[in-house]
């Protein structure tokens, strides 16, 4: 029981160590914890699981690396050109508790395949 217990404790900790990571440095993390594990269970030693642990971080960072440049690609191509308008209508409060509209102002930005384009007037 306690051993299941470390065990879920040492999951757990470094499940929510990765939270925020890139994929790259998620999918090394990830490696180098399996390379562990790996290494030790053939070498039974102290260097086998160091060895371990470097190769699985090397190869869980490509593939990770791998995942993020996909995902890049993916957004990119749903770039679809399209253009977002929005108009403001600028009123002010009088003291007289009436309200004056000044104007109105239309931005508009156009999507890229990098994201929008600056706001223009």
Known sequence: MKKS?????IATLATTSLIGCS????????GAGI?????QAIGGNTGGTLIGAGVGALVGG????DQEQQQKQEQQQR??????????IN???????????TGTTTTTSSQTNTGYTGLEN
């Open 79 to 88: 770039a679809d050109g399209s253009t977002i308008q929005r108009t403001s």
């Open 35 to 39: 390379g562990a594990l790996a290494g």
């Open 91 to 101: 009123e002010t409060l009088n003291p007289d508790g009436t309200i004056t509209r």
């Open 23 to 30: 994929k790259t440095q998620e999918g090394a993390g990830w």
């Open 5 to 9: 217990l470390l065990g879920l404790t």
């Open 62 to 65: 490509a593939i990770g690396n």
